[in-house]
């Protein structure tokens, strides 16, 4: 069956403009996860949506939200950009959350901000 | 809160040699470990996990990780290793209960032929 896909896969945006990323989920998975990753700080959770809910939250600010569609779809958008934005977004899925349950990542999504 | 510090930025080896990547974790409740590996422009994929039981854990393409909970580590193994081991790896720990995890910094193995 077809992994998770992110879209796009490149970026490129100018400081203070917004931005919206797309992760489809595995089909049947409804839990979407989204991670920053940076040289400076590494891997970071950024949220977690189940069923359209955000279940988890990781310690970003407020510029850096989600939502998730009934089709379990997801979507990133960050407002305002900053230059420390520029990162790989990467986007996972897991059918519930269970932890016997495996988490599986798309290829990213890699945002410049100039 | 939980922490993970992976020991080495960066190991060279050769191509058919036996490689150890380090890992300790500081947690103040029980924990499930994970290893991850990152191949260039693509996303994570989980090598291994522990949960619970055995302490000595196998995961995918020939690699093995050992729980040691009085030393807090959860070190990686791999006895003979190939250019395409050649990635990032990254160690990660979650709270008992939770698969959200916590990643290190990653260790960049480097097979050489």
């Known amino acids: 069956k077809a992994g998770v896909t992110q879209t796009p896969r490149y970026l490129i945006k100018t400081r203070g403009q917004q931005v919206t990323l797309s992760c489809s989920p595995i089909?049947?998975?409804?839990?979407v996860s989204w991670y920053q990753q940076t040289p400076g700080q590494g891997l970071q959770f950024l949220f977690e949506?189940?069923?359209?809910?955000?279940?988890n939250k990781g310690n970003f600010p407020g510029r850096f939200s989600g939502r998730q569609f009934s089709n379990s779809r997801s979507e990133m958008n960050v407002s305002t950009l900053e230059l420390g934005d520029s990162a790989l977004y990467l986007c996972?899925?897991?059918?519930?959350?269970?932890?016997?349950?495996?988490?599986?990542f798309g290829p990213g999504t890699r945002l410049l901000v100039l | 809160a939980q922490s993970v510090t992976q020991l080495d930025s960066q190991v060279p080896v050769f191509e058919e040699a036996p490689v150890e990547l380090r890992c300790n974790y500081s947690?103040?409740?029980?924990?499930?470990l994970f290893w991850y590996v990152q191949y260039p422009n693509q996303g994570l994929q989980l090598l291994l996990k522990?949960?619970?039981?055995?302490?000595l854990v196998k995961g995918i393409n020939g690699f093995e990780a050992e729980f040691n909970k009085s030393q807090t580590s959860f070190h990686l193994r791999k006895p003979s290793v190939h250019i395409s081991d050649t990635a990032e790896y990254f160690c990660?720990?979650?709270?008992?209960?939770?698969?959200?995890?916590?990643f290190g910094r990653g260790t960049s193995l480097i097979v050489h032929p």
């Open positions: 949506y189940f069923s359209e809910t955000q279940r």
């Open positions: 990660a720990v979650s709270e008992r209960g939770s698969y959200i995890p916590t």
């Open positions: 947690s103040s409740v029980s924990v499930y």
């Open positions: 522990y949960l619970s039981g055995s302490t």
């Open positions: 089909s049947g998975h409804r839990s």
């Open positions: 996972a899925s897991i059918r519930t959350g269970g932890v016997q349950e495996t988490q599986y």
